[in-house]
T-cell receptor, first 116, second 113 residues
Framework: GAVVSQHPSRVICKSGTSVKIECRSL??????MFWYRQFPKQSLMLMAT?????????EQGVEKDKFLINHASLTLSTLTVTSAHPEDSSFYIC????????????FGQGTRLTVV | AQSVTQLDSQVPVFEEAPVELRCNYS??????LFWYVQYPNQGLQLLLK??????LVKGINGFEAEFNKSQTSFHLRKPSVHLRDTAEYFC???????????FGAGTRLFVKA
Protein backbone atom coordinates (compact mmCIF):
# COMPACT_ATOMS: atom_id res chain seq x y z
CA GLY A 1 0.00 0.00 0.00
CA ALA A 2 0.90 3.66 -0.28
CA VAL A 3 3.31 4.93 2.36
CA VAL A 4 3.32 8.37 3.92
CA SER A 5 6.21 9.43 6.12
CA GLN A 6 6.21 12.28 8.60
CA HIS A 7 9.31 13.84 10.09
CA PRO A 8 10.13 14.41 12.84
CA SER A 9 8.07 12.02 14.95
CA ARG A 10 8.72 14.11 18.05
CA VAL A 11 9.97 17.65 18.49
CA ILE A 12 10.42 19.94 21.45
CA CYS A 13 10.90 23.63 20.82
CA LYS A 14 11.10 26.78 22.86
CA SER A 15 8.24 29.22 23.00
CA GLY A 16 8.55 31.84 20.28
CA THR A 17 10.49 29.70 17.84
CA SER A 18 9.23 28.08 14.65
CA VAL A 19 9.17 24.42 13.81
CA LYS A 20 8.74 22.66 10.48
CA ILE A 21 7.04 19.29 10.00
CA GLU A 22 7.46 17.35 6.77
CA CYS A 23 5.00 14.99 5.15
CA ARG A 24 6.27 12.85 2.29
CA SER A 25 4.55 10.37 0.02
CA LEU A 26 7.22 7.73 -0.50
CA UNK A 27 5.89 5.62 -3.35
CA UNK A 28 3.25 7.75 -5.04
CA UNK A 29 2.60 11.30 -6.14
CA UNK A 30 0.17 13.20 -3.99
CA UNK A 31 -1.47 16.21 -5.56
CA UNK A 32 -3.49 16.68 -2.39
CA MET A 33 -2.44 16.37 1.22
CA PHE A 34 -4.29 17.19 4.41
CA TRP A 35 -3.06 18.40 7.79
CA TYR A 36 -4.83 17.46 11.01
CA ARG A 37 -4.36 18.35 14.64
CA GLN A 38 -5.23 16.02 17.48
CA PHE A 39 -5.41 16.97 21.14
CA PRO A 40 -5.04 14.24 23.80
CA LYS A 41 -7.96 11.83 23.83
CA GLN A 42 -9.72 13.80 21.11
CA SER A 43 -10.47 13.35 17.45
CA LEU A 44 -8.57 14.63 14.45
CA MET A 45 -9.47 18.15 13.46
CA LEU A 46 -8.80 19.10 9.86
CA MET A 47 -6.62 22.18 9.69
CA ALA A 48 -6.04 22.62 5.98
CA THR A 49 -6.01 21.06 2.54
CA UNK A 50 -2.74 21.34 0.70
CA UNK A 51 -2.67 21.21 -3.10
CA UNK A 52 0.56 20.96 -5.03
CA UNK A 53 1.53 24.23 -6.64
CA UNK A 54 -1.21 26.32 -5.09
CA UNK A 55 -2.13 27.94 -1.81
CA UNK A 56 -3.50 25.78 0.95
CA UNK A 57 -7.16 25.97 1.89
CA UNK A 58 -7.58 26.49 5.61
CA GLU A 59 -10.51 25.42 7.72
CA GLN A 60 -12.47 28.03 9.61
CA GLY A 61 -10.70 29.15 12.74
CA VAL A 62 -7.23 28.05 11.67
CA GLU A 63 -4.71 30.90 11.55
CA LYS A 64 -3.06 30.98 8.15
CA ASP A 65 -0.13 33.08 9.32
CA LYS A 66 0.59 30.80 12.22
CA PHE A 67 0.36 27.49 10.42
CA LEU A 68 2.20 27.91 7.13
CA ILE A 69 1.68 25.14 4.62
CA ASN A 70 3.80 24.61 1.54
CA HIS A 71 3.24 21.91 -1.06
CA ALA A 72 6.03 22.61 -3.52
CA SER A 73 6.32 19.12 -5.00
CA LEU A 74 4.13 16.13 -5.66
CA THR A 75 5.71 14.18 -2.82
CA LEU A 76 6.26 16.77 -0.10
CA SER A 77 4.11 19.07 1.98
CA THR A 78 5.39 20.99 4.98
CA LEU A 79 3.64 22.54 7.94
CA THR A 80 5.51 25.28 9.77
CA VAL A 81 4.24 26.36 13.15
CA THR A 82 5.46 29.92 13.52
CA SER A 83 6.14 31.63 16.84
CA ALA A 84 5.04 28.54 18.68
CA HIS A 85 3.42 28.77 22.10
CA PRO A 86 2.61 26.07 24.64
CA GLU A 87 -1.01 25.95 23.47
CA ASP A 88 0.28 24.81 20.07
CA SER A 89 1.53 21.61 21.68
CA SER A 90 -0.36 18.81 20.02
CA PHE A 91 -0.16 15.76 17.77
CA TYR A 92 -0.07 16.76 14.10
CA ILE A 93 -0.93 14.22 11.43
CA CYS A 94 -0.84 14.49 7.67
CA UNK A 95 -2.57 12.42 5.05
CA UNK A 96 -2.17 12.15 1.30
CA UNK A 97 -4.35 11.13 -1.60
CA UNK A 98 -3.04 8.65 -4.11
CA UNK A 99 -4.85 9.14 -7.42
CA UNK A 100 -4.64 5.40 -8.04
CA UNK A 101 -6.40 4.59 -4.78
CA UNK A 102 -9.07 7.29 -4.44
CA UNK A 103 -10.85 8.08 -2.26
CA UNK A 104 -8.69 6.44 0.39
CA UNK A 105 -6.30 8.76 2.19
CA UNK A 106 -3.05 7.42 3.61
CA PHE A 107 -1.80 8.76 6.90
CA GLY A 108 1.60 9.58 8.25
CA GLN A 109 2.64 8.37 11.68
CA GLY A 110 2.17 11.78 13.26
CA THR A 111 4.40 14.36 14.93
CA ARG A 112 4.25 15.09 18.64
CA LEU A 113 5.02 18.80 19.13
CA THR A 114 5.81 20.06 22.60
CA VAL A 115 6.40 23.77 23.10
CA VAL A 116 8.15 24.67 26.34
CA ALA B 1 -21.44 19.77 5.25
CA GLN B 2 -21.09 16.33 6.70
CA SER B 3 -20.68 15.18 10.29
CA VAL B 4 -19.92 11.97 12.11
CA THR B 5 -21.19 10.82 15.50
CA GLN B 6 -19.63 7.97 17.38
CA LEU B 7 -22.10 7.09 20.06
CA ASP B 8 -19.76 5.48 22.55
CA SER B 9 -16.62 7.17 23.85
CA GLN B 10 -15.41 3.98 25.54
CA VAL B 11 -16.28 0.33 25.09
CA PRO B 12 -14.86 -2.19 27.56
CA VAL B 13 -15.17 -5.82 26.52
CA PHE B 14 -13.71 -9.14 27.60
CA GLU B 15 -11.32 -11.02 25.37
CA GLU B 16 -13.02 -13.32 22.83
CA ALA B 17 -16.36 -11.52 23.24
CA PRO B 18 -18.07 -9.84 20.29
CA VAL B 19 -18.05 -6.07 19.95
CA GLU B 20 -19.90 -3.39 18.01
CA LEU B 21 -18.71 0.20 17.73
CA ARG B 22 -21.44 2.52 16.57
CA CYS B 23 -21.18 5.28 14.01
CA ASN B 24 -23.81 7.55 12.50
CA TYR B 25 -23.21 10.18 9.87
CA SER B 26 -24.99 13.14 8.38
CA UNK B 27 -24.56 14.48 4.87
CA UNK B 28 -26.65 16.07 2.16
CA UNK B 29 -24.72 14.29 -0.59
CA UNK B 30 -23.33 10.84 -1.24
CA UNK B 31 -20.41 9.87 0.94
CA UNK B 32 -17.66 7.38 1.36
CA LEU B 33 -17.29 5.83 4.81
CA PHE B 34 -14.21 4.62 6.62
CA TRP B 35 -13.06 3.08 9.87
CA TYR B 36 -9.52 3.72 11.09
CA VAL B 37 -7.61 2.40 14.10
CA GLN B 38 -5.03 4.39 16.03
CA TYR B 39 -2.56 2.93 18.50
CA PRO B 40 -0.92 5.26 21.07
CA ASN B 41 1.29 7.94 19.55
CA GLN B 42 0.86 6.57 16.07
CA GLY B 43 -0.90 7.59 12.90
CA LEU B 44 -4.06 6.03 11.55
CA GLN B 45 -4.39 2.63 9.92
CA LEU B 46 -7.30 1.93 7.59
CA LEU B 47 -9.48 -0.95 8.78
CA LEU B 48 -12.08 -0.90 6.05
CA LYS B 49 -14.05 1.36 3.77
CA UNK B 50 -17.39 1.56 2.03
CA UNK B 51 -17.41 3.13 -1.41
CA UNK B 52 -20.35 1.48 -3.16
CA UNK B 53 -21.89 -1.91 -3.81
CA UNK B 54 -22.36 -4.50 -1.09
CA UNK B 55 -23.34 -2.92 2.18
CA LEU B 56 -21.37 -5.43 4.23
CA VAL B 57 -17.70 -4.60 4.12
CA LYS B 58 -14.93 -6.80 5.45
CA GLY B 59 -11.64 -5.36 6.58
CA ILE B 60 -8.38 -6.29 8.19
CA ASN B 61 -7.92 -7.98 11.57
CA GLY B 62 -11.32 -9.68 11.38
CA PHE B 63 -13.36 -6.49 11.45
CA GLU B 64 -16.43 -5.84 9.34
CA ALA B 65 -18.95 -3.02 9.01
CA GLU B 66 -22.38 -2.62 7.53
CA PHE B 67 -23.57 0.45 5.70
CA ASN B 68 -27.22 1.27 6.39
CA LYS B 69 -28.36 4.14 4.23
CA SER B 70 -31.82 4.50 5.76
CA GLN B 71 -30.37 4.76 9.26
CA THR B 72 -27.27 6.64 8.08
CA SER B 73 -25.11 4.26 10.07
CA PHE B 74 -21.86 2.42 9.56
CA HIS B 75 -21.32 0.28 12.65
CA LEU B 76 -18.09 -1.67 13.10
CA ARG B 77 -18.19 -5.23 14.41
CA LYS B 78 -15.87 -8.04 15.34
CA PRO B 79 -17.15 -11.46 16.47
CA SER B 80 -14.27 -12.17 18.85
CA VAL B 81 -11.82 -9.55 20.08
CA HIS B 82 -8.22 -9.96 21.16
CA LEU B 83 -6.17 -8.04 23.69
CA ARG B 84 -4.23 -6.49 20.83
CA ASP B 85 -7.43 -4.85 19.54
CA THR B 86 -7.24 -2.36 22.39
CA ALA B 87 -6.93 0.99 20.60
CA GLU B 88 -8.82 4.08 19.50
CA TYR B 89 -11.21 3.61 16.60
CA PHE B 90 -12.35 6.43 14.36
CA CYS B 91 -15.25 6.49 11.97
CA UNK B 92 -14.78 8.93 9.09
CA UNK B 93 -16.70 10.24 6.10
CA UNK B 94 -15.75 12.03 2.93
CA UNK B 95 -18.03 13.49 0.31
CA UNK B 96 -17.82 11.87 -3.10
CA UNK B 97 -15.73 14.09 -5.33
CA UNK B 98 -14.34 16.17 -2.49
CA UNK B 99 -12.16 13.70 -0.57
CA UNK B 100 -11.84 15.89 2.51
CA UNK B 101 -12.22 13.45 5.39
CA UNK B 102 -14.11 14.33 8.56
CA PHE B 103 -13.66 12.21 11.66
CA GLY B 104 -15.88 11.21 14.53
CA ALA B 105 -14.80 11.77 18.11
CA GLY B 106 -13.40 8.26 18.40
CA THR B 107 -14.24 5.21 20.50
CA ARG B 108 -11.75 3.74 22.89
CA LEU B 109 -11.98 -0.06 22.73
CA PHE B 110 -10.54 -1.65 25.84
CA VAL B 111 -10.21 -5.42 25.77
CA LYS B 112 -9.90 -7.07 29.16
CA ALA B 113 -8.37 -10.46 29.89
Amino acid sequence: GAVVSQHPSRVICKSGTSVKIECRSLDFQATTMFWYRQFPKQSLMLMATSNEGSKATYEQGVEKDKFLINHASLTLSTLTVTSAHPEDSSFYICSALDAAALPTAFFGQGTRLTVV
Amino acid sequence: AQSVTQLDSQVPVFEEAPVELRCNYSSSVSVYLFWYVQYPNQGLQLLLKYLSGSTLVKGINGFEAEFNKSQTSFHLRKPSVHLRDTAEYFCAVSETGGFKTIFGAGTRLFVKA
